[in-house]
């Protein structure tokens, strides 16, 4: 199913939130809605959230509705989520459809004056890219290219000084700070994967997440499924895959956190029976980051994480601590 119909979105959320939004109201107490206490954002992704967090400091509460291992092109809220999203002062997405089935409780708190900043409309419409399957919508993994994902950093300080005018100062100086070091771990993340031998620049994973990266930073990428988790890997993919691994010597394939691996191990079948042996090269993140509290449950961790496992077992080089470890060097 394509993750950019609104199919996706059932009848009976909309109603739900209708129903509930009058009670959630009046059974908020009165010292939450006091002037004096700090915006509460909720965020649907972590990755939404990490970055409006680098922006508002200790200025707002933000909360992430979809944790660790959470696939967004398949999540559905439950009536908790539902509430906190009533709850909150305001909601920050990405985007581009990638939440496909909150689509219509999206819509309706948008028609309750609720603010709703989708971080993907912020990005210029000749940055995104558009697959042919898509039928002129977009890809949504926006957050895979770092500079296009830094891109969003003014509509995030926007939106929170519009829901917090005092804060705008620090919200602007926020984001540039985080900004700058979002440009330091593109540059790394360019040095790193363009070490990969030219014959091995072939990313294959579970499923089409990793677009924005190849086209930022030069490698080929290879989905065993389509963009969106709920399309299927036929027989025929699979063998035409393998042959490509075959055929250019790629040495691994990478599954991912939040889909599951059972087509990235038949493709390791597949080539060896062919003949070449291919590995997994490690576990990437792609639609949901690591475990809260962890490194790779912030977005640098996230994409440091990625690309120093991809450069490494695709034959390139990378620094034994990865863009930490070079960030801790350069601030000495």
């Keep these: 199913m394509n993750i950019c119909s609104k199919t996706f979105a059932t009848k009976s959320l909309t109603k739900f939130i209708a129903a509930v939004g009058l009670a959630v109201c009046l059974l908020l107490p009165v010292a939450a809605q006091a002037e004096s206490e700090r915006p509460h954002i909720v965020a649907t992704t972590g990755m939404v959230a990490d970055l409006v967090r680098a922006v508002a400091g200790d200025r707002a509460e933000v909360e992430a509705l979809m944790g660790e291992g959470v696939d967004p092109h398949l999540f559905k809220p439950t009536r908790s989520d539902t509430v906190k999203l009533l709850r909150a002062d ?75 005018p005092a804060g705008t100062e620090t919200y602007a100086r926020n984001a540039d700070a985080y900004g700058a070091e979002l440009a330091r771990l593109d540059a790394y993340a360019r040095r790193i994967l363009a070490s990969i031998p030219g014959k091995a620049r072939v990313l294959v994973t579970a499923h089409d997440a990793f677009n924005y990266l190849g086209r930022a930073y030069g490698i080929e990428v290879r989905g065993i499924q389509g963009i969106s988790t709920e399309s299927e890997a036929g027989l025929r993919v699979i063998e035409e895959l393998a042959a490509l691994l075959a055929d250019r010597g790629v040495p691994a394939v990478f599954p991912e956190t939040s889909v599951s691996d059972r087509n990235v191990r038949a493709l390791v079948e597949g080539a060896g029976a062919r003949g070449h042996r291919v590995t997994l090269g490690g576990a990437l993140f792609s639609d949901a980051m690591g475990a809260p509290g ?27 601590d990865g863009f930490q470890g070079k960030l801790a060097l350069a601030q000495r």
């Design 90 to 164: 305001a909601v920050f997405i990405s985007g581009l459809h990638l939440e496909g089935k909150m689509t219509a409780a999206f819509d309706r708190l948008r028609e309750s004056g609720k603010p709703v900043v989708a971080l993907g409309d912020a990005v210029p419409k000749e940055r995104l890219l558009s697959p042919p399957e898509f039928e002129g919508a977009h890809d949504p993994h926006i957050w895979m290219d770092v500079g296009i994902w830094a891109s969003t950093l003014p509509a995030i300080r926007d939106g929170l000084a519009r829901l917090d």
């Design 294 to 320: 962890s490194y790779e449950g912030t977005y640098i961790g996230m994409i440091d994480h990625n690309v120093t496992t991809i450069a490494r077992a695709l034959g390139g080089e990378a620094p034994a």
